[in-house]
């Protein structure tokens, strides 16, 4: 029914800037929903990063704000997000889907690796 596929990661040195991308298929009204971006590092639980609503308003973990930023293009049902003076902690599996993180959507997610 949805899908979401990320892409844009890769390994980077800590001070780096990666820009993920989400593109969302199938029957979405994308414009009207609020998307997030999520993350989960070996062995800890995936957790909220960012998200933004259908309007474009924002919000971010403490972890990430002021170096990650959020953003949509409901005309290509994408979801982006840069990521700024990136720090080895910021390693995980990045992953987007709907804000309120429904168990049905999560796809293969992308690999970011912060490490020198």
Known sequence: ??????????????????????????????????????RQASGKQRELVAFITGSGTTSYADSVKGRFTISRDNAKSTVALQMNSLRPEDTAVYYCNFASGSPNYWGQGTQVTVSS
């Open 1 to 38: 029914q949805v899908q979401f596929v990320e892409s844009g990661g890769g390994l980077v040195q800590p001070g780096g800037s990666l820009r993920l991308f989400c593109a969302a298929s199938g029957r979405i009204i994308f414009g009207f929903s609020p998307m997030g971006w999520y």
